[in-house]
């Protein structure tokens, strides 16, 4: 079964700063989807950035670039120039059979002046 | 609107009482998800539906009963609401020719 760990529960950077947040992934597909979801404390699931297996270049959107490591299921989420509006919490998820989504536990970042 | 509504977006029910949660798409997505979100375990998938009258199981669909009989919406019930389904629910779709799945705002649902 797929399973996505994200090791991290809480993270804290200074704002302008980067940061990473750690997914690590287990698949025996070879075809597969990996996202990341961000949860403001309003509480709605905002689509960040997606990375297919096959994509041989790691994924950006804006400030968001997905650090994608094949042989070590890793798929990390790094946030460049940090702002106060990044603090949310952050969800790693991979993509199943059928589009479903498996997702990890999250991780909490919070951004300070 | 296009997109993605759920109603309500608080609810508020007892033990033992019958509670449907509505979702509706306005992109003729092919895939509806509802997924459960308790803390510690993220996001949980409940039942998912790939077309019109075509439904399966998730991860924790014990208790909940789901219908698909028009592609715009996904109705969740849960037949006889216990204190552990007190949750917040997604709703979530998906064409089955793009990648990104697009949630609805969810509903925070209490049972007393």
């Known amino acids: 079964a797929q399973k996505i760990t994200q090791t991290q529960p809480g993270m804290f950077v200074q704002e302008k700063e980067a940061v990473t947040l750690d997914c690590t992934y287990d698949?025996?597909?070879?075809?597969?989807?990996l996202f990341w979801y961000k949860q403001p404390s309003s509480g709605e699931m905002i689509f960040l950035i997606y990375q297919g297996s096959y994509d041989e270049q790691n994924a950006t959107e804006g400030r968001y670039s997905l650090n994608f490591q094949k042989a070590r299921k890793s798929a990390n989420l790094v946030i460049s120039a940090s702002q106060l509006g990044d603090s949310a919490m952050y969800f790693c998820?991979?993509?199943?059979?059928?589009?479903?989504?498996?997702f990890g536990t999250g991780t909490r970042l919070l951004v300070s002046p | 609107d296009a997109g993605i509504t759920q109603s309500p977006r608080y609810k508020i029910t007892e033990t033992g009482r019958q509670v449907t949660l509505m979702c509706h798409q306005t992109w003729s997505h092919s895939y509806m998800f509802w997924y459960r979100q308790d803390l510690g375990h993220g996001l949980r998938l409940i039942y998912y539906s790939a077309a019109a009258d075509i439904t399966d199981k998730g991860e924790v669909p014990d208790g909940y009963v789901v219908s698909r009989s028009k592609t715009e919406n996904f109705p969740l019930t849960l037949e006889s609401a216990t204190r552990s389904q007190t949750s917040v629910y997604f709703c979530a779709s998906v064409s089955g020719f793009q990648e990104t799945q697009y949630f609805g705002p969810g509903t925070r649902l209490l049972v007393l």
């Open positions: 998820a991979m993509r199943e059979s059928f589009q479903k989504l498996v």
């Open positions: 698949t025996s597909d070879q075809s597969y989807g």
